[in-house]
């Protein structure tokens, strides 16, 4: 597997609006989405362009939100996780199986709408690292 | 201020030898510079190239290196900070100061050689912050 480009950076907050407003008027952001759902993943986020990469907004959505712990920890928020693009992701998933790495659960559909799958920070160096298949419009 | 190019994601690790070991041969890795040490900073670091931005891996180097708390906390090592890229060190600090974001000492020469500082975390939604001057051969 070679290294793919970083599609984003994770970045956990108590408050998505509070941190826009970070991006928005502090850090200069002109590229600013909407912030959207994701009930499957417990998770309500926002992307914010940099010129070479996203920084990707993460709020908790509903009581089992799986970065309430994070939050817990860090309650003014946070580094979360790094996504690095692949071109196919059951190779990608076979790979990373194959040198012993732990996937976290099964590949499903990430915030792009392209299979994703997360590794366990163990195995990464300490970084919690998601395996993103690349948005097809880019090729 | 306009937001510019994220220059690179800060990695704190217990062994730079070790997370080499991981960025080349797990997660593919292809361009990894000579790790080297910045006294001034307490700090050993590494550059890992993705084909949009650059991973810092960080060490401790001596007893007082300002990332030992964090691996306290961390010991796996983790995500330490994002550095984006200003045109003008003196601008940008003129600027975080009038949005009152709490600037980290004065200005100095950082790992690509060009001034930079730091902005807390606490301003920044939690993300410790290092504005640096591009680099002159990039324009």
Known sequence: MILGRLNHIGVATPSIDDSIAVYRDVMGATAIGEPFDLPAQGVRVCFVDTPNTQIELIEPLGDASPIRAFLEK????????????????????????????????????????????????????????????SPREQH
């Not at 692949?86 to 499903?108: H, M, N, T, Y």
């Open 74 to 133: 860090n309650p003014a928020g946070g580094q979360h996780h790094l996504c690095y693009e692949v071109p196919d992701i059951q190779a990608a998933l076979a790979w990373f199986r194959s040198k012993g790495a732990k996937v976290l659960g099964e590949p499903r559909t990430g915030a792009h709408g392209t299979p994703i799958f997360f590794v366990h920070p163990k195995d990464m160096g300490g970084v919690l690292t998601e395996i993103m298949e």
